[in-house]
């Protein structure tokens, strides 16, 4: 009963939480909303349907190119420890009873000491199943390890308790999710920010350890268009249990899709300083500082707007944002004296949102002076 009322209760809040919000949106002015509306694309989080139901009796539904071998192995081991569980079973039941203890048979007799043939047998036999064993182990391992040329590369990075996807195109998943195209070899490139975690896929039987300070890989190629789990098979603290997500095979076409909207989401809305620090934090720090002092490029700081800089050419080029933005996507095109040129262009690496913002983060930290 106090299940049920608790339940009601929590339905009655929700349900006031919308009309709250649905009362906020209609006060608010049209202009307001559209420009809401600019800012964030929302891409919803995939739910997860659940187990198949004969998921429940068997291994879950294969659905990669390389499961075969795992599953002929796995139910080819289950099968002979049934028949050996049986047949021991079975004989000992039987010699129990043969060889009971009853009147006229209470006399213990000697057993035979030994007995070449069934030595023999009893040997030769599992040694062939052994030998078969780990050939058909073998065979499947080298499946499972070697990912093809030309893979479709995904990076993924653990750390407690989530995991971070990165599609080729550089963006990060929106929802922490593995989207993946179909019939396509995907190969996910893996490291941990902390501890040792493991990335498991059941439906694809794959499982590797993802470490920190060192890469490992993983490969796939789904055959079957749907949404499956992903678990952390390694125990990684308290929440281990919650590093799950799921990984959403799409039909032909689906994934490119994906990509764009995520894109677009990305790109939505107006530049602004706290996205520019994060371009800044994924992908200028390791080059240029923030307090002044130089690294392999010179520092944001005192990169004063309307400031003359030299070049290694000997001319002066005015500080704006015409500038860095060129910098940014072609750096060769203007080298700062004194500093080698050793930065990589950024064209197609940053959309013109992150480009905007970065440059708006530079602005905002020499604004003071
Ligand atoms: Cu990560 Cu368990």
Not at 22 to 33: I, N, R, V
Not at 192 to 200: A, E, P
Not at 218 to 232: I, M
Not at 241 to 247: I, L, N
Request: glycine letters at 8%.
């Amino acid at each position: 009963m106090s299940v049920l009322s608790t339940l009601m209760g929590m339905m009655q809040s929700d349900a006031a939480g919308q009309a709250a919000a649905g009362a906020a949106e209609a006060a608010a002015p049209a202009g307001e909303a559209a420009k809401a509306a600019a800012q964030a694309i929302e891409i919803a989080p995939t739910v997860y349907p659940g187990p198949a139901p004969t998921d429940l009796y068997w291994l879950p539904e294969p659905v990669s190119v390389t499961t075969e071998s795992v599953d002929w192995l796995y139910y080819g081991v289950l099968g002979l420890s049934y028949f050996c569980f049986i047949g021991i079973t079975i004989a000992v039941i039987y010699f129990v009873l043969k060889y009971r203890k009853r009147p006229g048979h209470d006399q213990a007799q000697p057993s035979p000491s030994h007995n070449n043939p069934l030595e023999i047998t009893w040997t030769v036999i599992p040694a062939i199943i052994c030998v078969f064993l780990f050939l058909f182990g073998w065979r499947g391992y080298i499946d499972v390890a070697t990912p093809p040329e030309h893979a479709l590369e995904i990076q993924i990075t653990g750390q407690k308790w989530f995991w971070t996807v990165k599609y080729p195109n550089g963006y990060n998943d929106p929802n922490n999710e593995l989207h993946v195209p179909v019939n396509r070899s995907v190969r996910l490139i893996m490291t941990s920010n902390d501890v040792l975690h493991s990335f498991f896929i059941p439906v694809f039987r794959v499982k590797q350890d993802v470490v920190p300070r060192r890469y490992t890989e993983l490969w796939f190629k789904a055959t079957k268009p749907g949404v499956y789990r992903v678990y952390c098979a390694e125990y990684c603290g308290k929440d281990h249990s919650q590093m799950k997500t799921v990984v959403v095979v799409h039909e032909p076409g689906g994934y490119q899709k994906y990509l764009e909207r995520v894109d677009e989401a990305e790109n939505a809305g107006p530049a602004d300083v706290k996205t520019g620090e994060k371009v800044y934090n994924q992908f200028c720090i390791a080059c240029h500082t923030l307090d002044g002092s130089a690294r392999v490029g010179p520092s944001f700081k005192n990169l004063v707007m309307g400031s003359d800089h030299k070049m290694t050419d000997g001319s002066m080029v005015k500080v704006d944002e015409n500038y860095l933005k060129e910098s940014i996507l072609d750096p060769m095109a203007k080298i700062r004296d004194g500093y080698p040129p050793g930065m990589t262009p950024f064209k197609g690496v940053l959309s013109d949102k992150k480009i905007d913002s970065v440059i708006l983060f530079i602005k905002s930290l020499n604004q003071a002076e």
